[in-house]
């Protein structure tokens, strides 16, 4: 229903025949509840560049909770007039209402004129005049209400609340109660909030690189002291400085454990500083906290002890050096149950429980590597041919040139056949007989390297050889 | 006199500055073989400090042999602390730190972009506690750099050690052929050490490869004395709390000669040569 409907005394739940009677040219279209309940979906998604808080309250109105947030826009009534303004554009008549609670924001959106704003404290004058409809009671609530005279919410509400209990039901009550702002409501909100969260907005933006090391500070000291308080950690941290011009830069540090400390959280932001271009000005800047987890208090160790905790020494390192280097740059090597050379380890990070750890017992067979299989220290990413005399094909080589110096073996060990993991490949691909064999060699001066010879032997066809690591 | 007395203050000073750096009365890790303990001030490896380690020929680009020893050096370390190990390639590969008896899982494995954050990450490193060695893998280390490896590691005790290794393809920064990477530049190091594999010898009638074997020279070390041996990894017992290192050889030292003919007189000499 359009505002001409309206003007022309049409009313919601009118039956179509009879607004047709009454108004004979009447374009009538079929009620599209699921398209309606998207259309305000999407909505709500919208009203988010005004509140993080939007609660839907179908069929037709939303709910923002704008607490600390309504400065930006100069104040609660400029608020309502931007949002007012931006949904017209957009085609969509509305009415706002700003009220210390929901329930007389409801009544004042409907009711009242355009744009009321009701401070706390004043919602039982401010809403007597109003229409009992405007308690959001169900309808027959309300159509017995209206049938017994009681026209206004001032005239239900000097009722002695046990009869109007006994008369309407308990939903009135709390309906009222909810109205007057006696009672509290909680909201559905579409985006779960995240309570952890802090913003720091400023009366002139701020561009200077000390000024925003400052603010970092400030905001992360302050979101730090009520994780402190409230006896959680956080693992992950986001700071989001917001531009004059609506752009959102936003740095993002991890931690290896939950933390909570100030001064390591800044100096992991204080390097990334530099890549935020401050542009004509930071206006606000926010940090929000993901991963929260309990974290107890922990007293601080008097005695200069060997054994530190972890969280005292290697993770803040670790915390530093995956900030700085990159999360892929740290890591701790793990076996990996494969035997072909460049599948065996896993990179893990520093700090993840370990499977075979001491503390554990010793490790169960299956972990670890295999220590009768002698590995090199250093693996080359990429094997490096290799010009090799061998004897015979079978054996290792006499003689071989690497880098261009010619090594002469002195004694060997091997052959260890290492095949290709074939049911890694796909089923039309998969074929027998992709072997290396490994040998480990010393050559005259000392130096222990690890050849292998590519394939089986197959007359006609020369072996490759490959140099793919050191044992030094 | 008061300038007597002032002068004898100042070298208190100096003395005790200088005993807090690899001097006598710091930790050290024994070998476990009075060859090459007596050498240093403190009756072993000095803890606390950074030792440079390097290679020769293509060692300087490999770092295999010196890294396998700086992980042999850095066992016992290792259960004190987390090991870290910052390098600018990523070809370290854990299950032959594992069969060189080093716990892979008490290391963390940093790999940095360039030279610069190397030595930074290595400092962090040193400097953090709940780190008992740190081991990096660095072309050179100027003066500036050095001192600051040494605050670092003197901050909570860890001991550093340095890899010489240059880039696959790089150029040589101002050394010449067949001289030890920039061995003529002052260096912050408490020892130096020049490290090459070294042909092994399996039991009489065993096949194969015998335990690793390294040729190590001692070119610098603070208070000490130089000397070279040929070290064999320790294979019988990886696990217990064995040295992981048996002197094979010592190789022949005229400073070390003097020093072990006094011990002679004293009778407490080992033997000087073993079958090698």
């Keep these: ?472 | 006199m008061s300038r007597v007395a002032s002068f004898d203050a100042v070298r208190a000073k100096v003395a005790a500055m200088s005993a807090c750096r690899g001097g006598a009365g710091k930790a050290a890790l024994s070998f476990g073989d009075h060859r090459l303990d007596q050498v240093f001030p403190a009756g072993g490896l000095p803890l606390g400090c950074w030792h440079e380690l390097g290679g020769e020929g293509l060692e300087i680009e490999t770092a295999a042999a010196a890294g396998a020893f700086a992980a042999v050096l850095a066992k016992p370390l290792a259960s004190r602390g987390a090991v870290v190990w910052v390098s600018r390639r990523d070809d370290l590969y854990a299950p032959g730190l594992a069969g060189l008896g080093f716990p892979a899982e008490r290391l963390i494995q940093v790999q940095a972009r360039d030279e610069a954050q190397v030595l930074a990450a290595l400092e962090d490193a040193l400097g953090s506690a709940g780190v008992a060695a740190a081991i990096g893998e660095a072309e050179a280390v100027d003066l500036t750099a050095g001192r600051r490896l040494q605050l670092a590691c003197e901050r909570r005790g860890a001991t550093g050690l340095l890899i010489r290794r240059r880039m696959f393809g790089a150029p040589a920064r101002k050394t010449a052929p067949g001289v030890l990477l920039g061995a003529a530049t002052g260096s912050a190091a408490a020892t130096r050490w020049t490290v090459a594999s070294a042909p092994s010898e399996p039991a009489p009638g065993m096949p194969g490869l015998g335990a690793s074997r390294w040729r190590v020279d001692l070119k610098r070390c603070r208070g000490g004395r130089p000397g070279s041996w040929i070290l064999e990894m320790n294979i019988g017992d990886m696990n217990d709390g064995a040295y992981p290192l048996r002197v094979v050889t010592q190789l022949g030292d005229r400073q070390l000669e003097a020093a072990q003919s006094r011990n002679l007189a004293d009778g407490d000499a080992p033997p000087r040569r073993r079958a090698g």
């Design chain 1, 1 to 472: 229903m359009n505002g001409a409907a309206a003007a022309l005394g049409l009313f919601v739940g009118q039956k179509a025949t009879d607004a047709d009677a009454l108004v004979p040219e009447l374009a009538v279209a079929d009620a599209e509840p699921a398209a309606d309940a998207a259309a305000l979906t999407a909505l709500a998604d919208w009203c988010a560049r005004f509140s993080p808080a939007v609660a839907l309250d179908p069929p037709d109105g939303l709910f923002l909770d704008i607490s600390g947030v309504a400065h930006l826009w100069g104040g609660e009534a400029a608020m309502a007039r931007d949002l007012i303004m931006r949904l017209g554009r957009n085609g969509i008549p509305a009415r706002a209402a700003v009220a210390g609670g929901p329930g007389a924001a409801w009544a004042l959106a409907r009711f009242a004129q355009a744009g009321a704003i009701l401070a706390s404290g004043g919602e039982a004058a401010r809403l007597a005049p109003l229409p009992a409809a405007a308690l959001r009671l169900a309808p027959a609530e309300a159509a017995q209400i209206a049938r017994l005279g009681l026209s206004t919410i001032g005239a239900l509400g000097v009722l002695p609340r046990d009869q109007i209990t006994r008369r309407f039901g308990p939903g009135v009550v709390l309906r009222l109660d909810q109205a007057l702002g006696e009672a509290r409501e909680a909201l559905t909100y579409r985006r779960p909030p995240n309570p952890w969260f802090t913003r720091l907005a400023f009366a002139e933006p701020i561009s200077a690189p000390e000024d925003m090391a400052r603010v970092t500070a400030d905001i992360t000291a302050r979101l730090c002291a009520r994780l402190e308080s409230e006896g959680q950690g956080g693992r992950r941290f986001e700071l989001c400085f917001h531009r004059l011009d609506g752009v959102t830069q936003s740095l993002v540090i991890g931690l290896a454990l939950p933390g909570r400390e100030t001064g390591a959280i800044v100096r992991l932001f204080a390097p990334k500083l530099d890549t935020v271009d401050p542009g004509f000005g930071i206006e606000v800047v926010t940090l929000a906290v993901e991963g929260v987890q309990p974290l107890g208090a922990r007293q601080e160790r008097l005695d200069e002890d060997r054994d530190v905790m972890p969280e005292e020494g290697v993770a803040p390192l670790v915390d530093r050096l995956t900030n700085r280097l990159g999360e892929a740059a740290v890591w701790r090597a793990e076996a990996f149950p494969s035997h072909d050379p460049e599948r065996a380890v896993a990179r893990k990070p520093p700090l993840s429980p370990m499977i075979g750890s001491p503390a554990l017992g010793s490790p169960v067979l299956g972990e670890g590597w295999d220590p009768e299989r002698p590995r090199p220290l250093r693996l080359l990413r990429r094997p490096e041919p290799i010009e090799a005399m061998a004897l015979v094909p079978d054996d290792p080589p006499a003689s071989f040139r690497w880098r261009g110096v010619l090594h002469r073996v002195r004694r060997a060990e091997g052959p260890e056949r290492l095949a290709e993991e074939w049911w890694r490949r796909p089923f039309e691909d998969a074929e027998p007989g992709r072997a290396r064999d490994y040998y480990r060699v010393e050559d005259e001066a000392g130096g222990r390297f690890w050849l292998f010879r590519d394939g089986l032997y197959q007359a006609g066809a020369g072996p490759k050889w490959w140099l793919h690591g050191l044992f030094g």
